[in-house]
Antibody, heavy 118, light 112 residues
């Protein structure tokens, strides 16, 4: 069974940094591209970042470019999101999600909540 | 990076059919890649894939769900509406621009 388990969320002050992790299991992690998608409270889904299997292709939404860094450790079957210079607008549930043969995002983890507040 | 455009809400009675539209541009929905997908989300839960590649259904998804695309607009149709179909629905498309994926703003489905 494919499993994606996020961790690292929590309450952080504006301007602070946080690192999210996603532990993958049940599939060959090295064969898949991965994404982070977020959802602010009561709002819709927003794609955040993408990384291909070999980390040679990385993309970011304009809203996080220059502040967030996506990475992966294929030896540890793990995906990461380093988030710096956080603001209230970054408050959201962050989902780790696998790409399905490049044609869709599926499956998704259960999400981890990041709250940016003083 | 504009989101895809979906109606904020739709409603229908049990047994009826409803259609949710998703309008993008020639860089995403209307592009060469038919990578349009639809997700169902219930409160506090992760999105669940209902349709991918415009019209394909993952294993386990009811045949009452179907997808289509015409030009820059994709559509999700749910036939034989059931109470369990209520929730939020999001469309998504691969984007050939500098980003990777774009989502619609979401549509709240109410089963009357």
């Amino acid at each position: 069974e494919v499993q994606l388990v996020e961790s690292g969320g929590g309450l952080i002050q504006p301007g602070g940094s946080l690192r999210l992790s996603c532990a993958a299991s049940g599939f060959i992690f090295t064969s898949y591209s991965m994404n982070w998608v977020r959802q602010a409270p009561g709002k819709g889904l927003e794609w955040v970042s993408y990384i291909n299997s070999g980390s040679s292709s990385i993309k970011y939404a304009d809203s996080v470019k220059g502040r967030f860094t996506i990475s992966r450790d294929n030896a540890k079957n793990s995906l990461y999101l380093q988030m710096n210079s956080l603001s209230a607008e970054d408050t959201a549930v962050y989902y780790c999600a696998r790409e399905g043969a490049g044609s869709c995002i599926d499956p998704w983890g259960q999400g981890t909540l990041v709250t940016v507040s003083s | 990076q504009s989101a895809l455009t979906q109606p904020a809400s739709v409603s229908g009675s049990p047994g009826q059919s409803i259609t949710i539209s998703c309008t993008g541009t020639s860089s995403d929905v209307g592009g060469d890649y038919n990578y349009v997908s639809w997700y169902q989300q219930h409160p506090g839960k992760a999105p669940k894939l209902m349709i991918y590649d415009v019209s394909k259904r993952p294993s386990g998804v009811s045949s009452r769900f179907s997808g289509s695309k015409s030009g820059n607009t994709a559509s999700l149709t749910i036939s034989g509406l059931q109470a369990e179909d209520k929730g939020d629905y999001y469309c998504s498309s691969y984007s050939s621009s500098s980003i990777r994926w774009v989502f619609g703003g979401g549509t709240k489905l109410t089963v009357l």
